[in-house]
Each structure stands twice: as C-alpha cells, then as structure tokens.
C-alpha cells in the first residue's frame, strides 16, 4: 500500500497524558473485521470519545475544540498490550502522522514504522514540558523534522533530536512499505543478480 511522503511539517499536538494507553483503547477489538486499511480512524480511541448512548464524550481531547494538529503527544508506555496492526491504522487514518511519548511497545512502534506512523520517543522530563506548554497555550508549535531526526517546539526553539531506524526512515520519506521497497529497488536487484552470474 503506497504511503504518503514523510516531509518536514508543523503542526499544533492533541495531547493525551494517560500512561499505558493499550491498544485495545487505541482499537477496541469488536471493530477489527474489516481487512482493508481504511475507516479505523472513526472507531480511533472509540470508548473514550464516545459514551454508551454513541454520543461525544465532550471533555475528551478528540472532541475538544481546543486542541488540533497532526501530532499526537501520549503519556508512557503508549501500544501497550496485544499485537494488532489496526492500532497503527486507526491513528494513521485519522490523520495523525506523529505519536510522541517517553516509551513504547516494541511491536507497536514496528507496526506505526510499517504503516506510515512516526513514533518519536523524547525523555520523561521533555514529555512533561511538552504537556505543561500545551496546558498553558493548547496552540503550541512543534516542527517535525524526519530527515535530521528532530522535534522541535517552535516558540522557544528547543530541540531533541530521536533515533530511527535507517531502512525505515528511508521508507517514511518515499512513502513506502516493504513491499513498495522491494518493487522500486528492482532495479538495483536485478543488477545485483546479473553481477553475481
């Protein structure tokens, strides 16, 4: 599935300060029937945003007109829980394209890296300054900057850089997954496979 090109942006961040956010909270599993990636973003995070009468809940982050963007800012631990891909599908297709938090599950940070999803690990100490400043302004800036591995708060300019894998960076930045990889690299295999005889 063709992804859409990582470039550098900036954007306002929703935040969710809750630890341990698993990823039957991300997706709960009574809405993982469809195959195909598209649609998971309306059931993103579905029990918290809406109530058992499938109203908004008004004071969820989702719901509320004070915070937008393309960045979500999420306490520790964020992917917790079981392996589904949807997790990352649900975030993706709502249109987030960053999730910062001080630590992640292992498999849902391979998941968001497959499906076009930057998950960006910071300190305990940055993330807690981060949420303080969204408190305080929810308009607050971030730049996003895939290609020098940099998370940038823009009114005060202070930066983290974040470690990515190189094979997966390359990925987000053409807009691949594995197999676009393998197609767009025919080429050089081809010419790899002639050279060996």
């Known amino acids: 599935m063709a992804l859409d090109k990582f470039a550098t942006f900036t954007s306002s961040a929703i935040p969710l300060p809750i630890e341990n956010v698993d990823t039957d909270q991300i997706i ?3 809405f993982l029937k469809a195959v195909e990636r598209k649609g998971f973003g ?3 995070f579905r029990d918290w945003r809406y109530d058992k009468a499938d109203q908004p809940v008004a004071d969820f982050v989702l719901n509320n007109p004070r915070y937008s963007g ?3 800012i999420a306490g ?10 949807h997790a990352a599908w649900a975030i993706y297709d709502f249109g987030i394209k960053v999730v910062v938090s001080s630590f992640y599950a292992d498999i849902f940070k391979g998941n968001a890296l497959n499906n076009g999803l930057l998950p960006i690990q910071v300190s305990e100490e940055f993330l807690k300054h981060i949420f ?21 708060i823009v009114k005060t300019n202070e930066s983290v850089s974040f470690e990515i894998n190189p094979y997966k960076k390359e990925c987000l930045i053409m807009g691949y997954d594995d197999i676009d990889y393998l197609v767009n690299s025919k080429e050089d295999i081809l010419a790899f496979e002639k050279q060996r005889g």
């Open 42 to 44: 309306d059931n993103l």
């Open 132 to 152: 303080a400043l969204i408190d305080a302004d929810p308009t607050t800036e971030f730049k996003v900057d895939l290609e020098n591995q940099s998370f940038t």
């Open 28 to 30: 709960p599993a009574r």
């Open 76 to 85: 520790k631990n964020f992917g917790s829980g079981s392996s589904r891909e």
């Open 70 to 72: 393309t960045i979500l």
